[in-house]
């Protein structure tokens, strides 16, 4: 009875078994993904309770909320669509984590009236990945193509808010394709971010990559970048690889 009177029309609770996290999901908008759960998998365990974390277009808040055990501290979700912030915020609620998550649905480049520059500790982001087309200007799905083309926000807005939001040697993390990795490590270099970690992220083993995972540390030392050992999604007969079952379903 509880779980219906928090969700509204078309809307389900989606369950990250391993982190024991349930998400309020809606299919007419952009649910979280795989994407997410990596994301959160490849940030560093932090549990100092002064944290500031904030999470830039943070949809229904689902990175966030699956790192809640992993880093101590309060969360800021960053989220522009104002239907998909109050899942979010329904979310957080149905988690009883409330004391720790605040939402604000704004554009991220407005997010320095609601927390000031250079006092953030971590900052995440799964941004829109692919550049805007005709054909995504066209979708009839709005909310999608918002979430998945760079329509509302880009890149260098991604980056530049980051940068802005950390303190000196504080912590970015992102999740991107590889395709725009050039262009991802130039704006990042622009910005004062330094790249220290990279993952790739294999959808079957004889497939090229298709997700990016990279850590960056506000006016972090050049050089010294890691490349991570790989992550394969899927086996040859497509079912999910035990690293990927491990991060749903845990150990």
Do not use: W
Request: net charge positive; glycine share 6%; with cysteine.
């Amino acid at each position: 009875m509880e779980n219906k009177r928090i969700l509204k029309k078309d809307e389900r609770i989606d369950q990250l078994y391993s982190q024991d996290v349930r998400i309020i999901q809606n299919p007419h908008y952009f649910a979280f993904s795989l994407d997410a759960v990596l994301l959160a998998d490849f940030v560093r365990v932090n549990h100092r309770q002064k944290i500031k974390i904030v999470d830039l277009c943070a949809g229904n808040g689902a990175i966030g909320l699956f790192l809640h055990d992993k880093l101590g501290g309060t969360f800021t979700e960053v989220e522009l669509q104002p239907q998909i912030a109050d899942m979010a915020s329904r979310s957080i609620a149905l988690n009883n984590l409330q004391d720790r998550y605040t939402v604000v649905n704004d554009d991220i480049a407005n997010i320095n009236e609601y927390v000031p520059k250079d006092s953030v500790d971590i900052v995440l982001c799964n941004p829109p990945y692919f550049p805007v087309t005709a054909q995504s200007q066209k979708n009839p799905n709005k909310a999608l193509a918002i979430a998945r083309h760079e329509i509302a926000t880009n890149l260098t807005t991604v980056i530049q808010k980051m940068s802005g939001l950390l303190k000196m040697n504080g912590h970015g993390y992102l999740v991107h394709r590889p395709d725009r990795l050039g262009e991802i490590l130039q704006v990042c270099q622009k910005n004062r971010l330094a790249p220290k970690r990279v993952q790739f992220i294999y959808p079957k083993p004889d497939r090229d990559a298709n997700i990016l995972l990279l850590e960056l540390i506000k006016d972090g030392k050049p050089g010294g970048m890691k490349i991570v050992p790989p992550l394969i999604v899927h086996g040859s007969d497509g079912s999910y690889t035990t690293a990927v079952q491990e991060l749903l379903y845990g150990k």
